[in-house]
């Protein structure tokens, strides 16, 4: 099991959760962040930092925000596990399924 992040981070990317994660899984793309399902240690850090409550444990994702699930694993097909997202930083693509997604406005802060 691990941490997903779901629909509410997407054109949000606040990076509270990179900030608080001790392990550095969280990776960042265009649209959205995706949490690492191997490097992930399931400490939680993540979690309560989230402004917009977009990180779930794996077996709580909502049933609408199912799918990315798949999406956080997907993304790492491409890149496999470099061993930390400051080694990568910011990844220019995200995978399809949220790629193709439209886009939201996100109010500025």
Do not use: Q
């Not at 699930?69 to 790492?76: E, L, R, V, W």
């Not at 470099?82 to 080694?87: C, H, N, S, V």
């Amino acid at each position: 099991m691990t941490y997903v992040i779901a629909a509410p981070c997407v054109d949000v990317l606040d990076r509270a959760c990179v900030e608080e994660c001790p392990v550095d899984c969280i990776y960042e793309a265009p649209r959205m962040l995706y949490i690492h399902p191997d490097e992930c240690v399931d400490c939680g850090a993540c979690e309560p930092v989230c402004p917009v409550e977009a990180i779930f444990y794996e077996e709580d994702v909502p049933d609408e925000w199912a799918p990315f699930t798949s999406a956080n694993a997907d993304f790492f097909d491409e890149i496999g596990s470099p061993g930390g997202a400051a080694k990568v930083g910011p990844y220019p693509n995200d995978v399809d399924a949220i790629a193709r997604l439209p886009r939201r406005e996100v109010p500025s802060a």
